[in-house]
């Protein structure tokens, strides 16, 4: 079982900042506005719904390359 790093409520820019290896997911999922103010303030669930990605699926890719990483 891979730890828990982010969920659906991490906010876009705590993401960016904290765990950097995670925005290659994120752009290969078509979330490209990452330096944009607004969406930095967007959490992961909120930037999902806007993009039609399951929440999970995504929160769960980020927490497997973030365990990777470790």
């Known amino acids: ?3 828990t790093y982010v969920t659906g409520e991490t906010l876009i ?3 960016v900042i904290t765990h950097p290896e995670a925005v290659e997911i994120l752009f290969s999922i078509g979330m490209h506005c990452l330096g ?3 969406s930095r303030a967007e959490s992961l669930e909120e930037a999902c719904a806007v ?3 399951p ?3 995504v929160v769960d890719a ?3 390359k973030i365990a ?3």
């Open 51 to 53: 993009h039609g990605i």
């Open 55 to 57: 929440v999970q699926q």
């Open 62 to 64: 980020i927490n497997q």
């Open 36 to 38: 944009c103010p607004a």
């Open 68 to 70: 990777e990483s470790k």
């Open 1 to 3: 079982m891979t730890e």
């Open 13 to 15: 820019g705590e993401i």
